[in-house]
C-alpha cells in the first residue's frame, strides 16, 4: 500500500478496474528504459523497472540554482511493476529512443495497454488483470527545476547511477 509520502509499505495488487485507474496516475510521467523490461514468457510476466520521482524523497539543492527558481537533484524510487498471466506481449516501437515516460495504463477488451508519452506502446494480452508494484529502494536522481511558490516547472537529465549519498 502507498503511504502518505507517495512509498510503498508494501506490494500494491492490481486486480481491478480501480486500483488500475490509481497505479495509472501514480505512474503518469515516471520513467523506465525499454532494454530492462525482461517478458519471462514460460512464467507469463513481464518486469518494468520504472524510475518514480520521489515528491516527498530526498533531495539536495543545486550551488547553480537561478534566482526566481531552485534546481534540485532529486531522488528516484526504482519500482518493479510485475504483470502477471500475460500470454502475449507486443511491442510498438516507432520512435526507438530507448527511455521513456508513462502516460497511462488502460484495460480494453482483455488488453492492457501502456501508453508513454513518445508514442511507445506495450500491448499484453492477459488472462486476468494482475499486477504487483513493489518499491526496491532508492536508485538515482533527476534534476528538477522549482518555480516560485514551489511550482515543479520542468524535468531534467536523469541520473541512474547517482545516488545523493554518494558525494
Not at 69 to 95: F, G, H, N, P
Not at 127 to 138: H, K, Q
Amino acid at each position: 500500500m502507498f503511504n502518505d509520502d507517495g512509498f510503498l509499505t508494501s506490494p500494491y495488487i492490481v486486480r481491478d478496474q480501480n486500483s488500475l485507474d490509481d497505479l495509472s496516475s501514480r505512474l503518469h510521467d515516471e520513467h523506465f528504459n525499454l532494454e530492462d523490461v525482461v517478458h519471462d514468457r514460460s512464467n507469463g510476466t513481464v518486469m518494468i523497472h520504472v524510475l518514480r520521482c520521489c515528491h516527498n524523497g530526498p533531495r539536495r539543492r543545486r550551488p547553480d540554482a537561478g534566482v526566481l527558481s531552485d534546481v534540485y537533484e532529486v531522488a528516484l524510487m526504482r519500482t518493479e511493476v510485475v504483470v502477471r498471466r500475460v500470454r502475449e506481449l507486443v511491442i510498438k516501437d516507432d520512435q526507438e529512443i530507448g527511455h521513456y515516460m508513462i502516460c497511462d495504463l488502460m484495460l480494453v477488451d482483455g488488453l492492457l495497454i501502456l501508453e508513454t508519452c513518445e508514442a511507445l506502446r506495450l500491448q499484453f494480452t492477459v488472462e486476468a488483470l494482475d499486477i504487483e508494484v513493489r518499491d526496491m529502494g532508492f536508485r538515482g536522481t533527476i534534476e528538477i527545476k522549482i518555480g516560485p511558490l514551489g511550482l515543479w516547472e520542468s524535468w531534467g537529465k536523469i541520473s541512474e547511477d547517482k545516488n545523493l549519498s554518494d558525494e
